[in-house]
């Protein structure tokens, strides 16, 4: 459902020029992002900053400025120097820098290259005792002297509020300043500018709410009890009371308040105790291929190299067959319950159950991609590797040699003895070689020695569930805590090259406010599991009328008890595995083309019209992205229960299918729910826009 404005949407009046077509006159304006990773790469908020970047630059051009914390190691490698071309902002700069404090001004080396401004929080830190007691006076917020993190941003705010101070006192009436704030940490510059009244609009974005992410990690019942929490008693008992006051002051004192899902909003309507003005999906830079199968040979060419990490991974039990293994995976921040990785083993130990009872074929290899404690790599994944080397370099020589030999003789017109075109010092060779593969333990489960072995809460389950990749076990799973990386000894892959080598993203959450893992599954064409507990999962159940169908499978966490949610999740994964690989491509051709929901180009106007208040879901309301034409390889209760093998169904051509047809109409459809003007007069409905659509 839409959501409404807020009474405070009235204190905007004035402080933006009117206008009554759908462009903004972005020429009399001036737009400021302000968010604590600016050129930090900390979580999920840069991820957002950083690709809305572009298409923010494309429509602002000149206009456009992100705001942050000066980190020195960050400025010299991703940020270019230069001086600023407005005068105003050069004076603003100017009058910071000559009480002291260090402003640095260039053009971050993104897509889009926009202008970033960014404050030395050390060179005012002297000053930290002042604005702390300015912050008590005016909101009666302490901040205890410990808590780094918070005593931060209270100085980036206070730096951020002072250069608006004097930006503003610049320009004089025109053009008029935006300014939108991310998260709790650019907070006080938001309370600050607003209790010194500075003449500017603000928008501050919740992508999630501070209290609602502890209270998750401790295992509360939190969506089934948000209205019966108490709020200041949870946030005192956690110790974070005053960051969760700067968080709800922060949405108050906001002219528009914004947050990601729908999801979110409901949460930020108990938690901050405001509901939100507009809900501004996060989006992702999507990159078409001119060709479809462009994108498939890329998913083959990522899966071949992941197939040689497992080659050398499982040396000496390698009794499987890699044509018929699936790779799934999960990967971010290391919260175990919130992001579904409790549900995620206990789905596994019960899939592995299903394959050995049907004596499925099919093996399933899970990759954790989740950042630990450690303290380096263990040493048997890496001889794994060399093994596996070792024997390549082995089998190309005596390759070579039986070339050479098979190429003589046939010049001679002659057909070689084969007992004898391999003399005995080659099969000592590849003696050596498969002796070399014998190992007496099991293929470790994770790929680097575990600060915390005993207490790790992956491990721990893994050792519940007893899957250990053993060789009777369809189910194999690879622990590896640290972030992938192509320069990595061990699994030499880019994070976005690894996941269009897999087959599926499995990310089950709890608290989950948006959710880009499964989005940039989405938009590279690898079919996900999520939940309706997660922005990303609410976004496309209202605007896809069957998600399973394009490869969106969607665990229902919010209604359903843990055992239930687990046994859904199973079979989703169950049936995955059953499909032949006709069918998986096909589903990733369908999920290829979701990506246009996520796209920038048509989010970014949504967080456009944000900025001034103007909601512009409620346009969107009862668009339903079709289900497919042809029937769809979507797991169903109805499948039966036995096996499809790939070997054979490769042929099958029974099923109606239409690739070229289905994904016109689907282009068709998704320009629908983005259009911000009103259907002309006489223009026929396309397909989807019916309210009536299934």
């Not at 053009?175 to 009244?197: C, D, T, Y």
């Not at 009890?225 to 949870?234: A, T």
Request: proline share 6%; with cysteine; aromatic share 12%.
């Amino acid at each position: 459902m839409p959501l409404s404005r807020s009474m405070s949407m009235t204190s905007l009046s004035g402080l933006l020029p009117a206008w009554e077509e759908d462009e903004l006159p972005v020429e009399d304006l001036l737009l400021f992002e302000v968010a604590w990773e600016v050129t930090n790469k900390v979580g999920g908020i840069y991820t957002v900053i950083q690709t809305k970047a572009k298409i923010t630059v494309d429509e602002w051009d000149e206009n456009y400025f992100m705001m942050g914390p000066y980190l020195e190691h960050n400025f010299k490698t991703q940020v270019e120097g230069c001086e600023p071309q407005n005068p105003a902002i050069r004076k603003a700069m100017d009058a910071l820098i000559h009480n002291g404090y260090q402003v640095h001004y260039g053009r971050w080396l993104i897509e889009g290259s926009p202008y970033v401004i960014l404050f030395d929080i050390g060179s005012a830190a002297w000053n930290l005792d002042c604005w702390k007691e300015d912050l008590w006076q005016t909101f009666n917020i302490g901040l205890p002297y410990h808590d780094r993190e918070a005593n931060d941003s209270l100085i980036l705010g206070s730096l951020i509020a002072w250069f608006f101070k004097e930006l503003t006192e610049q320009l004089g009436d025109k053009p008029n300043v935006i300014v939108h704030f991310h998260e709790w940490q650019a907070g006080p510059g938001l309370m600050l500018s607003r209790s010194h009244k500075i003449p500017m609009a603000t928008v501050f974005t919740t992508h999630a709410t501070l209290l609602g992410r502890y209270l998750c990690a401790g295992n509360a019942d939190f969506y089934n009890n948000l209205e019966k929490f108490n709020i200041d008693k949870e946030a005192g008992e956690r110790q974070i009371y005053h960051r969760y006051c700067l968080e709800r002051a922060a949405v108050h004192c906001a002219h528009v308040f914004a947050t990601v899902s729908q999801i979110t909003a409901v949460e930020a309507n108990h938690i901050l105790q405001r509901k939100p003005d507009v809900v501004t999906p996060n989006g992702l830079n999507v990159k078409k291929f001119s060709a479809m199968h462009e994108f498939q040979n890329l998913h083959a060419t990522n899966k071949a190299r992941i197939q040689e990490f497992v080659r050398g991974h499982f040396y000496g039990h390698l009794d499987f067959n890699l044509d018929k293994t699936l790779f799934f995976f999960t990967a971010g921040r290391y919260e175990f319950s919130n992001k579904g990785a409790d549900i995620f083993l206990e789905s596994l130990s019960r899939l592995n159950y299903l394959l050995q009872v049907h004596r499925n074929d099919v093996t399933v290899v899970v990759f954790f991609i989740m950042p630990a404690k450690t303290n380096n790599f263990n040493v048997e994944s890496l001889k794994g590797q060399a093994v596996r080397k070792q024997l390549w370099d082995t089998a190309h020589t005596v390759k070579e040699k039986f070339g050479r030999k098979l190429y003589d003789a046939l010049l001679k017109g002659q057909i070689p003895d084969m007992n004898t075109i391999l003399d005995q010092d080659d099969f000592t060779i590849m003696k050596r070689a498969i002796y070399a593969t014998q190992r007496q333990s099991l293929p470790p489960v994770t790929t680097h020695n575990m600060l915390e072995d005993s207490t790790d809460p992956i491990l721990s389950n893994v050792r519940r569930i007893g899957l250990f990749n053993s060789r009777n076990d369809r189910v194999k799973i690879i622990f590896h805590p640290e972030f992938l990386s192509s320069t990595s000894p061990l699994l030499p892959m880019d994070y976005e090259d690894f996941v269009r080598g897999c087959n599926l993203g499995v990310f089950p959450s709890y608290y989950e406010p948006w959710g880009y893992t499964p989005g940039e599954c989405t938009v590279m064409g690898i079919p996900s599991v999520t939940t309706n507990l997660s922005g990303f999962g609410c976004f496309m159940e209202e605007h896809v009328s069957d998600p399973a169908a394009y490869g969106i499978y969607i665990v229902d966490r919010r209604f359903r008890s843990a055992d239930e949610s687990c046994n859904q999740l199973t079979q989703f994964m169950f049936s995955f595995c059953q499909q032949s690989r006709r069918h998986r491509i096909i589903q990733r051709n369908r999920t290829e083309r979701l990506s246009d929901l996520l796209d920038w180009r048509y989010l970014g106007r949504v967080s456009t019209f944000a900025l001034t208040g103007c909601p512009l879901f409620p346009q969107t309301e009862g668009f339903r992205y079709p289900r497919p034409y042809s029937v769809p390889p979507s797991p169903s209760p109805s499948l039966h229960s036995t096996p499809h093998h790939s070997d054979v169904e490769d042929d099958d051509e029974s099923e109606p299918y239409d690739e070229e047809e289905e994904a016109e109409r689907d282009r068709l459809n998704i320009k629908v729910p983005f259009v911000l003007s009103a259907m002309p007069e006489g223009k026929e409905e396309q397909p989807g826009e019916s309210e009536d659509l299934p």
